[in-house]
């Protein structure tokens, strides 16, 4: 018959504590250089170390001719040199030109008179500017606006009354999905 060794029953398998690193003890940099000169003034318990700079001045590391091309005076600019392309290709476009008064008053007339058949995209390409400009100088009177905007939302309704079964389905829950962002 094995007798069970009480011993065995008794003892851990496993490591109850990390070993740790001891903190590092660096030497001081002042005094241990060997180059470095101490001098202690009695008096006032003062300590000076002097220590030589680790190498020797250059011509090209100094204040008057400095070698990192951050602290150079900026070079005077070459008005012949090529230039980097533009970032945005509408940068290419020019600028459009101002318009007179007198071409505002027209613009405003006309868009006031028939806003249907003057639209803001028509009125830019007719006066050479952008829609956001005319929508600016002649924008239409509150009434007129959301009178304009029933008008698009039916036009939209009759659109949307010719989808079909699973494009209604589809935008139905895209509107739901909107909502709870």
């Not at 070079?75 to 230039?83: F, G």
């Not at 239409?140 to 009178?147: D, F, I, V």
């Not at 989808?163 to 739901?176: L, N, P, R, S, Y």
Request: charged share 30%.
């Amino acid at each position: 018959m094995l007798k069970p060794r009480l011993s065995l029953w008794f003892t851990r398998s496993y490591a109850t504590r990390i070993a740790e690193k001891p903190p590092a003890r660096f030497p001081d940099p002042l005094l241990n250089h060997p180059d470095a000169v101490v001098k202690t003034l009695k008096d006032e318990n003062l300590t000076f170390i002097h220590r030589p700079p680790p190498t020797a001045p250059s011509p090209y590391s100094t204040t008057l001719a400095p070698a990192s091309p951050l602290l150079k005076s900026p070079t005077p600019s070459n008005k012949h040199a090529p230039m980097p392309p533009l970032l945005r290709p509408s940068a290419y476009n020019a600028a459009p030109s101002r318009m007179s008064d007198k071409d505002i008053e027209q613009l405003r007339k006309l868009r006031l008179s028939n806003p249907e058949k003057y639209s803001r995209a028509k009125l830019a390409k007719l006066f050479k500017c952008t829609p956001n400009f005319v929508s600016k100088v002649a924008a239409l009177p509150r009434p007129q606006r959301k009178e304009f905007a029933r008008k698009m939302e039916a036009e939209h309704e009759t659109v949307r009354g010719q989808w079909g079964e699973k494009k209604a389905t589809f935008v139905a829950i895209k509107q739901k999905r909107r909502e709870f962002w």
